[in-house]
């Protein structure tokens, strides 16, 4: 784990941190979750979760814009104790969803691992902020969020994901189909990054922010379609992120985190 994390989050909004998992079997996960996606609509509806502890949509959440969303999209959050929110149970889910829910645990594990080493080398050894995140050494149910995110054919250069902060405290970006994404602290201060196999994108949330009293600032992010090519025909791109919320820190409102901080 690099010992420069804090400063990269101070100079530049995000870091580079080793991660377990080849770009090829996040790919393969990523495939599994688009499978999923294929089901008829009332299919994949009977696995959306209103009881939500989070308030951000858990199980499978479809987005548009002509009702109101911002970008037009389609993704799949995954926590452990997940399969006790549907109202279906799991015996009798569709054999691609047992899939999504077998590869994403996998990933969800490795997400906590990495965290976990991220905010011990950002704290070197202070108490503090690590047990915010993981109080008694664990998670809290809906704590830790796994997204899949399957965003629709648009344009080439529209955004495919609006500027915002991430209401989380700490992001892991894992992987992503094609460059997109870009990283700043303003809409004037961005730059496209790039993924590397065996390294996750990790940056603050708008609650890394409060955590630290401003010490450290939320990276601004946005996804831009570059090229028109789109992964397969009713998708323009597919990203896989882990979310990780502190304890005790309230969530921010929906223009809280889509507004650019002053300095």
Same mark, same amino acid.
């Given at each position: +784990?690099?010992?420069?994390?804090?400063?990269?989050?101070?100079?530049?909004? @995000?870091?580079?941190?080793?991660?377990?998992?080849?770009? /090829?079997?996040?790919?393969?996960?990523?495939?599994?979750?688009?499978?999923?996606?294929?089901?008829?609509?009332?299919?994949?509806?009977?696995?959306?979760?209103?009881?939500?502890?989070?308030?951000?949509?858990?199980?499978? $959440? %479809?987005?548009?814009?002509?009702?109101?969303?911002?970008?037009? *999209?389609? @993704?799949?959050?995954? &926590?452990?104790?997940?399969?006790? @929110?549907? #109202?279906?149970? =799991?015996?009798?889910?569709?054999?691609?969803?047992?899939?999504?829910?077998? $590869?994403?645990? *996998?990933?969800?594990?490795?997400?906590?691992? $990495?965290?976990?080493?991220?905010?011990?080398?950002?704290?070197?050894?202070?108490?503090?902020?690590?047990?915010?995140?993981?109080?008694?050494?664990?998670?809290?149910?809906?704590?830790?969020?796994?997204?899949?995110?399957? @965003?629709?054919?648009? !344009?080439?250069?529209?955004?495919?994901?609006?500027?915002?902060?991430?209401?989380?405290?700490?992001?892991?970006?894992?992987?992503?189909?094609?460059?997109?994404? %870009?990283?700043?602290?303003?809409? *004037?201060? +961005? %730059?496209?990054?790039?993924?590397?196999?065996?390294?996750?994108? #990790?940056?603050?949330?708008?609650? &890394?922010?409060? =955590?630290? /009293?401003?010490?450290?600032?939320?990276?601004?992010?946005?996804? $831009?379609?570059?090229?028109?090519?789109?992964?397969?025909? /009713?998708?323009?791109?597919?990203?896989?992120? &882990? &979310?990780?919320?502190?304890?005790?820190?309230? !969530?921010?409102?929906?223009?809280?985190?889509?507004?650019?901080?002053?300095?």
């Amino acid at each position: +784990m690099p010992n420069s994390i804090s400063y990269d989050f101070k100079s530049k909004g @995000y870091s580079q941190v080793p991660f377990s998992r080849s770009y /090829d079997f996040l790919k393969s996960a990523a495939d599994i979750f688009l499978n999923f996606t294929d089901l008829k609509k009332e299919e994949k509806s009977k696995w959306s979760c209103n009881n939500d502890p989070l308030d951000i949509g858990i199980g499978y $959440v %479809r987005k548009q814009r002509e009702y109101g969303a911002l970008d037009n *999209k389609e @993704y799949f959050h995954y &926590f452990p104790e997940l399969p006790t @929110y549907f #109202t279906h149970p =799991l015996s009798k889910a569709p054999s691609e969803l047992k899939k999504l829910i077998n $590869v994403a645990d *996998k990933i969800f594990n490795d997400s906590i691992k $990495v965290s976990q080493l991220a905010l011990k080398e950002i704290e070197k050894g202070k108490q503090g902020a690590f047990e915010r995140f993981f109080p008694h050494g664990s998670t809290r149910p809906g704590s830790g969020i796994l997204r899949f995110l399957k @965003y629709h054919p648009t !344009t080439r250069g529209r955004h495919i994901a609006q500027g915002h902060y991430d209401k989380s405290g700490l992001t892991l970006a894992l992987a992503e189909s094609k460059p997109g994404l %870009r990283i700043g602290f303003d809409e *004037k201060d +961005m %730059r496209l990054v790039e993924h590397k196999s065996g390294f996750a994108l #990790t940056f603050p949330g708008i609650k &890394f922010t409060k =955590l630290t /009293d401003g010490v450290i600032r939320p990276s601004w992010h946005e996804a $831009v379609e570059l090229d028109e090519k789109p992964y397969r025909p /009713d998708c323009s791109r597919w990203a896989i992120v &882990f &979310f990780l919320h502190p304890e005790g820190i309230e !969530t921010a409102s929906f223009e809280d985190h889509h507004r650019p901080l002053t300095k």
